[in-house]
């Protein structure tokens, strides 16, 4: 009698007994076993395009669905999203601010200018002073990208501010109007919105437009020379300044006239003569910086007419406003809470920077 055979049964069956024992012991099933074995091979070794799936003897009796099953609700990443009130009020945001926004020829240079009144047929851009500087005539390139003569206009005098009024015709087309929100009610740590067109772009591009969205860094208690009295974190560039500075409503609260990190000079003086602290001078070299619109208002109070009765409406803490919401009917959209970390240290930087403090 051969016993090779028999003794190699014998193991065989004592072997796949021991397997059996300890699978059971760990709560396991054999299909269980292949089963969780097969779903954690990825899944491109199982769906592959171009080829067909391979066939394994062990899978099959599992009689798998030939798709995978459908992830629960708001797993899908492939699913559209609702669209959140911030995505819908910058978009709102957005168009506001290239209605209004104009760009400023002056002579070989350019920066750009708000449109803030229309009589009849006359318009007056707000711009800085410094951007007419460098010619002596003067062009408007206007949000259609046409382009008309302008003439500075002189019954308003800016004396220490960087501001500058200019006008021009039109016979045909109608141009949106800025309107002046309340600068003195925008504090540390809010929203605002900039925009301009840069100087990277070419002189005659009238698409080379920027808008960028940030927060209020500073608002130091004196004024700085020219008039500028509000900083911000928004990336400003050479050739936006003139530009608007919006808050959370669309309203113009600022003239944009100065960017972070400047190359030459030093920009960092009080109206008075003083200087600040060095921890606060930091501040204001991170900060772009613009002039608030109620400065504007105290030299040129004709144009206050346009001045909002209303107070900003803070779209992260509330329902978009009527302005942001225009259009949207009833939108399925979601409203996220406001970054409260980002506004309150913000907060505590510039409080820190005001007592000459590091934080």
């Known amino acids: 009698m051969n016993w ?15 397997v059996a024992v300890q699978l059971h012991n760990r709560g396991f099933s054999a299909t269980e076993l292949v ?67 104009v760009k400023v020829l002056s002579g070989d240079s350019w920066g750009s200018g708000i449109i803030i009144q229309r009589q009849a047929q006359v318009y007056t851009v707000l711009t800085n002073d410094h951007v007419l500087e460098s010619g002596k005539t003067y062009r408007i390139q ?4 046409k382009i008309y003569s302008a003439t500075r206009y002189l019954a308003t005098q800016f004396t220490g501010k960087d501001l500058a009024l200019l006008q021009f015709s ?11 929100g309340s600068s003195s009610a925008v504090k540390e740590g809010d929203k605002v919105y900039a925009a301009g067109f840069p100087f990277e772009h070419n002189k005659s591009d009238a698409a080379g437009w920027k808008f960028t969205g940030g927060r209020v860094s500073l608002i130091p208690e004196k ?22 500075v919006l808050n959370w409503a ?67 803490l509330e329902s978009p406003s009527q302005l942001l919401a225009q259009g949207q009917g009833k939108s399925n959209l979601t409203v996220s809470q406001p970054v409260a970390n980002t506004a309150s240290l913000m907060r505590q930087q510039a409080a820190a920077a005001k007592n000459c403090t590091q934080l």
């Open 4 to 18: 090779f055979p028999l003794a190699f049964l014998t193991c065989t069956a004592g072997l796949l007994t021991g």
């Open 142 to 145: 206007t949000p259609d990208g």
């Open 170 to 180: 039109s016979t045909k087309s109608e141009y949106k109007i800025g309107v002046f």
């Open 35 to 101: 089963r969780t074995d097969l779903l954690q091979q990825p899944q491109a070794s199982i769906f592959q395009l171009g080829k067909p799936p391979v066939k394994s003897p062990a899978a099959q009796p599992l009689n798998l669905p030939a798709k995978l099953p459908k992830p629960l609700s708001g797993e899908n990443q492939g699913e559209p999203q609702l669209p959140r009130a911030e995505d819908l009020s910058e978009k709102a945001m957005l168009q506001k601010a290239r209605s209004i926004t």
């Open 223 to 244: 004024s700085l020379e020219d008039g500028y009295q509000l900083g911000y974190n928004n990336q400003i560039e050479k050739g936006m300044s003139g530009g608007p």
């Open 250 to 316: 669309g309203e113009v609260v600022a003239v944009n006239g100065m960017h972070a990190y400047p190359l030459w000079g030093d920009p960092y003086v009080f109206q008075d003569g003083s200087k600040p602290c060095e921890p606060m001078r930091q501040l204001m070299v991170r900060s772009s910086w613009g002039i608030p619109s109620e400065k504007f208002l105290q030299s040129a109070p004709q144009f206050s007419t346009k001045m909002a009765d209303k107070k900003p409406k803070n779209i992260s």
